[in-house]
């Protein structure tokens, strides 16, 4: 499990977080809001390890994150980034990558690891692009084969940097569902969203960032209730009761 | 850009199948570049000359002191040059990036035509060097890039002006020890006429251990290939492994550069040209490169030899005469692929 604690980080001199204190629950799905440039996707990247704090910590089951070898941190956190390179591989061989962890040198990978890639595959609803170039695949079918990746890697955590974004409606609906899907089987997701909606009707727990520092953390109910997001988003949150829950929508703040 | 390792194929072929194909083009070519030249010999004289029954016959000279070395050293920087070109394009996530453009060849070769001019006898040496050479520019690009922003293109305008620097000292060193370079059929362009075992044989070594340990690092190249920040999540040390990667690419083409001299093109021709042809996985991608590239300069110095027999045409001209075209050939069938997909 995941920890942070009093967690500072920042790009060089330039601090962006400031004494965040979250833990990321297993079974749960987190999303984190917050207005451009409060330090989401800067969480998600010292937690996973790839920039360092610069202060408090962040503890990967009890131990500090810098005292454990990278290997080790990515076979217990998998990292969605919200953009990267598409090389022109195989879906399948994508979601092969996702063994890499387990493998030592010269790092070949077996059959097992080839049947855990295809069932991964098929498990997120795309074991018939398994032998489609990355390229040819749309952003959705991307980033399901993304999500194929971070269950191959099997690890308790995986935190992902706005997964939804620049797909259609449909898409995103499915992708926050296979999030679910993770998270009941045991998984901690933690979630960079923009869409408030979708966090608000997906998420058991939010966390909401502002200025670099944690705003209040709570179940939708409870954030929705508080007020946050209307003040740090400067939006106006209403919800509709319907037959499958609470749906929220924002609108722009009414002029006095 | 983001998409520059598309393929154009629609079906993944049959790699292994693909590879045994190429191997058998470079056993073929390789025959040929024994066989054929200014005095024609025929396959029987050539084993004859490898068994040792003929030692003494012209047909025996022919074979162990000009064909072979420069069979070998066709061969041997083709392989360097192309697998060297892989990497380097992968490692750096830039199409534009080759041994010739980012200054690694005329880093090698101003080393080359320095040591040269100062210890004109140190033939053994002078791989090491040039490897030092390649290195000390591959390093001095990435600095720079890293230091102005390390785009894609700040990256390919620094490795252009270390380039010219490096060429233009070259021009001096050849300029104030004319024969500085003698030994070298074509340096600045890239030539393997006069070739001799005692040149080839130590870059043979080098480029051999390189390639093995490229080779070996084809899991790790594969995953650099996914960006170095979802490499790092993967848990690979993608700063190390790139710098390792780069200096074993430096090795490589120091080491063909050393008694090749700067052969262009094949660095940046074979990967791409593989690549579209098979896909980015490394493993494949840098066998088919080293065969490719193997193949396509023992090719075009046949052609250097025959065209215009008896004179002989420096194969770095050649390269870029037959595969100019090509590529670009390459790069336009593609384009209409794109367009009516």
């Known amino acids: 499990m995941l920890e942070l604690r009093a967690l500072c980080a ?71 980034p919200q953009s990267r390179t598409v090389p022109a591989i195989t879906a399948e061989r994508m979601v092969l990558h996702g063994r890499f962890p387990y493998l030592s040198y010269p790092r070949r990978y077996s059959a097992a690891d080839r049947a855990l890639a295809r069932q991964a595959l098929e498990w997120v609803d795309a074991g018939d692009l398994a032998d489609r170039l990355l390229p ?46 993770l998270a009941v089987q045991g998984k901690a997701v933690v979630l960079v969203l923009h869409d408030l909606c979708l966090a608000l009707q997906t998420a058991d727990e939010l966390a909401v960032l502002a200025k670099g520092r944690l705003q209040q953390t709570g179940t939708p109910e409870e954030i929705f209730e508080s007020g946050i997001l209307d003040r740090v988003m400067d939006v106006e949150l209403r919800r509709l009761m319907t037959d499958n829950g609470w749906r929220y929508y924002p609108d722009l703040p009414e002029k006095e | 850009m983001k998409n520059w390792r598309i393929s154009s194929i629609r079906k993944q072929p049959n790699k292994s199948r693909f590879l045994c194909g190429l191997g058998l083009l470079v056993v073929l070519l390789a025959l040929a570049s024994l066989c ?38 066709c061969l041997l920087a083709g392989a360097a040059l192309a697998v060297s070109g892989t990497v380097i394009q992968g490692v750096l996530d830039n199409p534009l990036a080759s041994p010739n453009i980012i200054g690694v060849n005329s880093g090698a070769g101003l080393l080359v035509a320095v040591s040269c001019a100062l210890f004109p006898n140190a ?154 042809l098979l896909g980015a996985e490394s493993l494949p991608l840098l066998l088919a490169s080293a065969l490719g590239g193997a193949s396509l300069l023992t090719l075009c110095d046949l052609l250097a030899r025959l065209l215009f027999a008896p004179y002989e045409l420096p194969v770095g001209i050649v390269l870029a005469l037959a595969g100019g075209p090509f590529f670009i050939w390459l790069l336009l069938r593609q384009r209409g692929g794109r367009s009516h997909a």
């Open chain 1, 136 to 181: 040819e695949l749309s952003g959705g079918q991307r980033q399901k084969v993304y999500l194929a990746m971070a269950l191959a890697q099997d690890t308790e955590t995986v935190l992902m940097d706005e997964p939804t974004t620049y797909l259609d409606v449909r898409h995103q609906l499915e992708v926050m569902a296979l999030a679910r899907r």
């Open chain 2, 123 to 276: 033939v053994t040496l002078i791989p090491f060097i040039s490897i030092l050479g390649a290195a000390g520019a591959v390093f001095l690009v990435l600095f720079l890039a890293e230091r102005t922003g390390a785009s894609r293109i700040t990256l390919v305008l620094a490795g252009i002006a270390v380039s010219g620097i490096f060429s233009a000292g070259i021009d001096a060193v050849v300029t104030f020890v004319p024969e500085a370079l003698n030994g070298y059929s074509d340096f600045r362009i890239g030539g393997l006429a006069n070739l001799s075992m005692t040149r080839v044989a130590p870059a043979f070594w080098i480029i051999l251990v390189a390639m093995l340990l490229v080779l070996s690092l084809s899991g790790e190249l594969d995953v650099l290939l996914l960006g170095t920040e979802t490499a790092r999540s993967l848990g690979l040390p993608a700063k190390q492994l790139r710098l390792t990667l780069l200096a074993l690419a430096a090795a490589l083409a120091g080491a063909a550069v050393s008694f090749a001299g700067l052969l262009g093109f094949v660095g940046l021709m074979v990967p791409h040209i593989m690549r579209r």
């Open chain 1, 10 to 80: 920042g790009y060089h001199d330039r601090p962006v977080l400031r004494d965040v204190d979250l833990v990321f629950r297993p079974g749960k799905v987190l999303a984190l809001l917050g207005p451009n440039g409060c330090g989401k996707s800067t969480l998600l990247r010292t937690a996973a390890g790839l920039l360092s704090s610069q202060g408090g910590t962040v503890l990967l089951d009890g131990v500090p994150l810098t005292s454990c070898p990278p290997r080790l941190i990515a076979q217990k956190a998998a990292y969605l």
């Open chain 2, 36 to 73: 054929f030249g200014a005095v024609p010999l025929t396959p029987e004289e050539i084993l004859g000359a490898f068994l040792g029954g003929t030692r003494d016959s012209a047909a025996s000279q022919i074979v162990l002191l000009a064909r072979l070395p420069r069979t070998c050293g």
